[in-house]
């Protein structure tokens, strides 16, 4: 699966087939647009109100001397070096060949993406890869030219592609603690981490200050209000590089940080990753502007531009915010990076030909692959003047000065680092230390009914739920893989899953602790507590529609430890404030983990007493999102508002151990009962009925919306037909030439999980039989498809005649229903012809296609 379209497509799935591969891809062709053709779909040029923007000062001034040396090497670049210092390829779609050739300025690793693809590559591996792009980037050139390569990584809560490495709570558990000294001390011990990797840059931290915890990167945001974020970015800027005017700025200790992403991203409408944000330019520069000021103050040297749109206008082509603002206003004189692809979605623009977005201000295209296609392109753009000779000059100056502040023309091979290669820095015992009180400072403690925490010494206790002893799960998104998913607790050497933690604290105060998972006991515990929560998830696939905890089967365990007289601790694995009040009223004793890291140890340190009874750690942390009382109220709630009441939890709320708890168990359950009472859910009848959307792909990566009564695409086709009433069914065609599909699809998650014991029926007249396998899927994005052939009904059905086929849910088990893209999609890459109509989820006597 090409990692392009797992961080690049906005809300639609990839069929691991090639076929479902969705996106606003265009042709690989190589296309150079005339200059009336950039006129005409140019970098967005709107004027705003500069006199709204603060004007940060940087604590890291430009070194006169250092402007002369980058002047000098710039008037002997060839244009082809200065083009090739724009475009940053994934390691994976490189050679060392290539760096050389196409004298490339530097390189990234996407998640989830290792040294020849070994997900357990050591420190070594790493270091020797890093060795071979420096060495390529420094071979002598005809004019003398040689400029050392940088390498980026998204490393967020810690260097978290790597094996081995300490892994932090994420941000929002951060914004919690409230320790702006805490952050800075993470951002060194992370810097540290990756310095032992041979790489010196760093895709953090991300300063978006998330309005709408639908947004499924909520948990990459430290709170919903930008004075933490200011409070905070700045200091993770300062760990990462160091202090300006200091020795150890940009030392063989740190690593180069990055703002992002620029600007707006928290603040989508309805939470949806890469939309469209709305606010007014005055609450663009109050709510999303302040961690880049601090950010700025501190020295950060580059910025990373963020896939939404700022009222209509995608920032990838914002010259406007990117150039006047940015650059020119607030006095940023570091680099800007795009993201992965994020031209290719300014008007006019393709993933390989985007000139808009360098004439905008972006001064390196993050462009993962079809790389080489972008390089030529841009060339001839700068050949023909379409970009600018003082454009791309800015761009390469802006770019030197980055590497050459960090001492890369003098530092040599990665490998001479101090700290490359030096494995046992990776889980050093002073970075989990940092870690395990960042765990303990950002616990949130929401209900404590008879003072039920901490828990006594000598207590016999169960411990349930998935996440009990489940290190991946308390991770989350970003922990190796990109979404997280795919791991198991040996993949985290050195770490400490939530039981491990508690059977130590345990071993050390008298008590006893059973490992029970399901919630079963043979010797009737003194206390339960029950580990559970979200599953791990980052971009695109985290988007909700609803702040729901859609999965209620914690809730039954819950229920039966309190019909039974059992005292309940919950403990709450989130990534953003959820409709709980079922499991609340459920818990005796609720706390909110959030996504702790590989130091679950921290948390048994604050709800477990020392061997004397006493306290060992208080709960310190508060909200820094406001807690939901309804799960629609996510529009508003960033204000203390939303759909009916008010929050449940206002922002700043967290128990200590001397607060008594004024949370009963008597909370509203009113969507509890709503969402147990669903029966069925139509998604066609006589017209695609919303949030769905129709649509068509082909096997080259293409699709199509249908937005008329015909369409086509590739080796299938689409026309609207009448069955009962005009145009009121869909008629598909396959015509055998290639692998296609069709189905629908949502821009955001649809939540389904209340209908898992039911069936997918559709009416179905097959007027040409296939002559292929035939599959159908429902899915929720990369990793998360769930597909059962339908080859053998469609043939033994009745020809030209009407039917009605259904698929048991329990088809589709391994789809996520609580977050579905799309509930139907068929595809096929043989001949087929059939009629679609009326296409539902319910219930049925006996499914025509059964699964276990």
Same mark, same amino acid.
């Given at each position: 699966?090409?990692?392009?379209l797992?961080?690049?497509?906005?809300?639609?799935?990839?069929?691991?087939?090639?076929?479902?591969?969705?996106?606003?891809?265009?042709?690989?062709?190589?296309?150079?647009?005339?200059?009336?053709?950039v006129?005409?779909?140019?970098?967005?040029?709107?004027?705003?109100?500069?006199?709204?923007?603060?004007?940060?000062?940087?604590?890291?001034?430009?070194?006169p001397?250092?402007?002369?040396?980058?002047?000098?090497?710039i008037?002997?670049?060839?244009?082809e070096?200065?083009?090739?210092q724009?475009?940053?390829?994934?390691?994976?779609?490189?050679?060392?060949?290539?760096?050389?050739?196409?004298?490339?300025?530097s390189?990234?690793?996407?998640?989830?993406?290792?040294?020849?693809?070994?997900?357990?590559?050591?420190?070594?591996?790493w270091?020797?890869?890093?060795?071979g792009?420096?060495?390529?980037?420094?071979?002598?050139?005809?004019?003398?030219?040689?400029?050392?390569?940088?390498?980026?990584?998204?490393?967020?809560?810690?260097?978290?592609?790597?094996?081995?490495?300490?892994?932090?709570?994420?941000?929002?558990?951060?914004?919690?603690?409230?320790?702006?000294?805490?952050?800075?001390?993470?951002?060194?011990?992370?810097?540290?981490?990756?310095?032992?990797?041979?790489?010196?840059w760093?895709?953090?931290?991300?300063?978006?200050?998330?309005?709408?915890?639908?947004?499924?990167?909520?948990?990459?945001?430290?709170?919903?209000?930008?004075?933490?974020?200011?409070?905070?970015?700045?200091?993770?800027?300062?760990?990462?590089?160091?202090?300006?005017?200091?020795?150890?700025?940009?030392?063989?200790?740190?690593?180069?940080?990055?703002?992002?992403h620029?600007?707006?991203?928290?603040?989508?409408?309805?939470?949806?990753?890469?939309?469209?944000?709305?606010?007014?330019?005055?609450?663009?520069?109050?709510?999303?502007?302040?961690?880049y000021?601090?950010?700025?103050?501190?020295?950060?040297?580059?910025?990373?531009?963020?896939?939404?749109?700022?009222?209509?206008?995608?920032?990838?082509?914002?010259?406007?915010?990117?150039?006047?603002?940015?650059?020119?206003?607030?006095?940023?004189?570091?680099?800007?990076?795009?993201?992965?692809?994020?031209?290719?979605?300014?008007?006019?623009?393709?993933?390989?030909?985007?000139?808009?977005?360098?004439?905008?201000?972006?001064?390196?295209?993050?462009?993962?692959?079809?790389?080489?296609?972008?390089?030529?392109?841009?060339?001839?753009?700068?050949?023909?003047?379409?970009?600018?000779?003082?454009?791309?000059?800015?761009?390469?100056?802006?770019i030197?000065?980055?590497k050459?502040?960090?001492?890369?023309?003098?530092?040599?091979?990665?490998?001479?680092?101090?700290?490359?290669?030096?494995?046992?820095?990776?889980?050093?015992?002073?970075?989990?230390?940092?870690?395990?009180?960042?765990?303990?400072?950002?616990?949130?403690?929401?209900?404590?009914?008879n003072?039920?925490?901490?828990?006594?010494?000598?207590?016999?206790?169960?411990?349930?739920?998935?996440?009990?002893?489940?290190?991946?799960?308390?991770?989350?998104?970003?922990?190796?893989?990109?979404?997280?998913?795919?791991?198991?607790?040996?993949?985290?050497?050195?770490?400490?899953?939530?039981?491990?933690?508690?059977?130590?604290?345990?071993?050390?105060?008298?008590?006893?602790?059973?490992?029970?998972?399901n919630?079963?006991?043979?010797?009737?515990?003194?206390?339960?507590v029950?580990?559970?929560?979200?599953?791990?998830y980052?971009?695109?696939?985290?988007?909700?529609?609803?702040?729901?905890?859609?999965?209620?089967?914690?809730?039954?365990?819950?229920?039966?430890?309190?019909a039974?007289?059992?005292?309940?601790?919950?403990?709450?694995?989130?990534?953003?404030?959820?409709?709980?009040?079922?499991?609340?009223?459920?818990?005796?004793?609720?706390?909110?983990?959030?996504q702790?890291?590989?130091?679950?140890?921290?948390?048994?340190d604050?709800?477990?007493?020392?061997?004397?009874?006493?306290?060992?750690?208080?709960?310190?942390g508060?909200?820094?999102?406001?807690?939901?009382?309804?799960?629609?109220?996510?529009?508003?709630?960033?204000?203390?508002?939303?759909?009916?009441?008010?929050?449940?939890?206002?922002?700043?709320?967290?128990?200590?151990?001397?607060?008594?708890?004024?949370?009963?168990d008597?909370?509203?359950?009113?969507?509890? %009962?709503?969402?147990?009472? &669903?029966?069925? !859910? +139509?998604?066609?009848?006589?017209?695609? /009925?919303? =949030?769905?959307? @129709?649509?068509?792909?082909?096997?080259?990566?293409?699709?199509?919306?249908?937005?008329?009564?015909?369409?086509?695409?590739?080796?299938?086709s689409?026309?609207?037909?009448?069955r009962?009433?005009?145009?009121?069914?869909?008629?598909?065609?396959?015509?055998?030439?290639?692998?296609?599909?069709?189905?629908?699809?949502?821009?955001?998650?649809?939540?389904?999980?209340?209908?898992?014991?039911?069936?997918?029926?559709?009416?179905?007249?097959?007027?040409?039989?296939?002559?292929?396998?035939?599959?159908?899927?429902?899915?929720?994005?990369?990793?998360?498809?769930?597909?059962?052939?339908?080859?053998?009904?469609?043939?033994?059905?009745?020809?030209?005649?009407?039917?009605t %086929?259904?698929?048991?849910? &329990?088809?589709? !088990? +391994?789809?996520?229903?609580?977050?579905? /893209?799309? =509930?139907?999609? @068929?595809?096929?890459?043989?001949?087929?012809?059939?009629?679609l109509?009326?296409?539902?989820?319910?219930?049925?006597?006996?499914?025509?296609?059964r699964?276990?």
């Amino acid at each position: 699966m090409t990692q392009f379209l797992k961080r690049n497509l906005p809300h639609l799935p990839v069929y691991a087939a090639g076929v479902w591969m969705l996106a606003a891809c265009q042709s690989a062709a190589t296309v150079v647009s005339s200059p009336a053709a950039v006129a005409a779909t140019s970098a967005t040029t709107m004027s705003g109100n500069p006199a709204l923007w603060p004007k940060p000062i940087s604590r890291l001034a430009k070194d006169p001397a250092m402007e002369k040396r980058i002047d000098a090497l710039i008037a002997k670049m060839s244009l082809e070096q200065k083009v090739g210092q724009t475009i940053q390829p994934e390691i994976r779609h490189i050679s060392l060949t290539d760096v050389s050739k196409y004298h490339i300025g530097s390189v990234l690793n996407g998640g989830g993406s290792f040294p020849g693809n070994d997900k357990f590559a050591k420190a070594q591996d790493w270091v020797a890869l890093a060795d071979g792009f420096y060495k390529a980037s420094m071979q002598p050139s005809a004019n003398g030219v040689v400029i050392p390569i940088m390498w980026g990584t998204d490393a967020v809560h810690g260097h978290n592609n790597v094996i081995g490495a300490t892994l932090y709570p994420h941000n929002i558990a951060l914004g919690a603690a409230n320790n702006p000294g805490l952050i800075k001390q993470i951002g060194a011990a992370t810097a540290r981490e990756i310095g032992v990797t041979g790489i010196g840059w760093s895709f953090a931290p991300t300063v978006a200050v998330a309005r709408d915890a639908r947004w499924g990167r909520t948990y990459e945001s430290y709170a919903e209000s930008p004075e933490i974020v200011k409070a905070y970015a700045g200091k993770m800027v300062e760990g990462l590089q160091g202090e300006p005017g200091t020795k150890g700025f940009l030392s063989d200790q740190h690593v180069i940080a990055t703002a992002k992403h620029y600007i707006g991203d928290g603040g989508t409408q309805g939470g949806i990753d890469r939309g469209q944000t709305d606010a007014s330019e005055a609450e663009l520069v109050r709510l999303h502007a302040q961690g880049y000021v601090s950010a700025i103050e501190s020295g950060v040297q580059t910025v990373m531009v963020s896939f939404s749109s700022w009222r209509g206008d995608r920032m990838h082509g914002h010259k406007y915010l990117l150039t006047d603002i940015l650059k020119d206003h607030m006095g940023f004189d570091g680099l800007v990076v795009g993201d992965w692809s994020g031209h290719e979605f300014v008007p006019g623009c393709t993933r390989n030909n985007c000139a808009q977005a360098i004439n905008a201000g972006i001064d390196i295209f993050m462009v993962p692959e079809d790389w080489k296609l972008l390089y030529e392109n841009t060339l001839a753009q700068a050949r023909s003047g379409e970009i600018p000779q003082a454009r791309l000059d800015d761009a390469v100056r802006r770019i030197l000065r980055v590497k050459m502040r960090a001492g890369l023309f003098e530092r040599g091979a990665p490998s001479s680092y101090a700290l490359a290669g030096k494995s046992e820095v990776l889980g050093a015992a002073a970075h989990r230390d940092i870690a395990r009180q960042a765990v303990r400072e950002s616990l949130v403690l929401l209900k404590n009914k008879n003072q039920l925490l901490p828990i006594k010494a000598g207590s016999k206790i169960l411990l349930a739920g998935d996440g009990a002893d489940d290190i991946g799960k308390q991770a989350g998104g970003w922990s190796i893989s990109w979404q997280g998913t795919g791991n198991v607790n040996s993949d985290f050497p050195g770490a400490t899953s939530i039981y491990q933690g508690m059977a130590a604290a345990a071993n050390a105060n008298g008590s006893r602790v059973t490992l029970s998972v399901n919630g079963d006991y043979q010797e009737r515990p003194d206390v339960a507590v029950v580990v559970f929560g979200e599953n791990p998830y980052a971009e695109m696939q985290g988007d909700i529609s609803k702040l729901d905890f859609a999965s209620d089967k914690e809730l039954q365990l819950l229920k039966k430890f309190k019909a039974q007289g059992i005292p309940v601790v919950s403990l709450f694995i989130t990534g953003r404030p959820l409709w709980v009040n079922p499991e609340l009223n459920a818990s005796d004793a609720f706390a909110v983990i959030w996504q702790p890291g590989t130091e679950g140890a921290g948390v048994a340190d604050v709800i477990m007493r020392d061997a004397k009874n006493g306290v060992r750690f208080d709960f310190k942390g508060k909200l820094a999102f406001a807690w939901p009382a309804r799960p629609d109220q996510a529009p508003g709630l960033a204000e203390g508002k939303g759909e009916g009441d008010g929050p449940l939890f206002p922002r700043g709320y967290g128990l200590t151990y001397a607060d008594k708890s004024s949370v009963g168990d008597d909370l509203s359950e009113a969507w509890q %009962l709503a969402k147990q009472s &669903a029966q069925t !859910a +139509t998604i066609f009848k006589n017209r695609t /009925l919303e =949030p769905w959307q @129709l649509m068509l792909a082909d096997d080259l990566n293409h699709s199509k919306t249908v937005t008329s009564n015909v369409a086509s695409l590739g080796a299938i086709s689409y026309r609207a037909v009448d069955r009962l009433v005009q145009e009121d069914a869909i008629q598909l065609q396959w015509s055998g030439r290639a692998a296609a599909s069709a189905g629908f699809f949502a821009k955001e998650r649809v939540d389904y999980s209340a209908l898992a014991a039911k069936a997918l029926v559709f009416d179905v007249r097959v007027k040409r039989a296939p002559t292929a396998e035939v599959k159908l899927a429902m899915n929720c994005g990369t990793d998360c498809l769930a597909e059962r052939s339908i080859t053998q009904a469609l043939r033994q059905a009745k020809p030209d005649q009407w039917e009605t %086929l259904s698929v048991s849910m &329990a088809c589709f !088990a +391994t789809a996520k229903l609580d977050m579905l /893209l799309s =509930p139907f999609a @068929l595809s096929t890459s043989g001949e087929l012809d059939m009629v679609l109509h009326h296409v539902r989820i319910e219930a049925v006597p006996a499914a025509s296609v059964r699964c276990p």
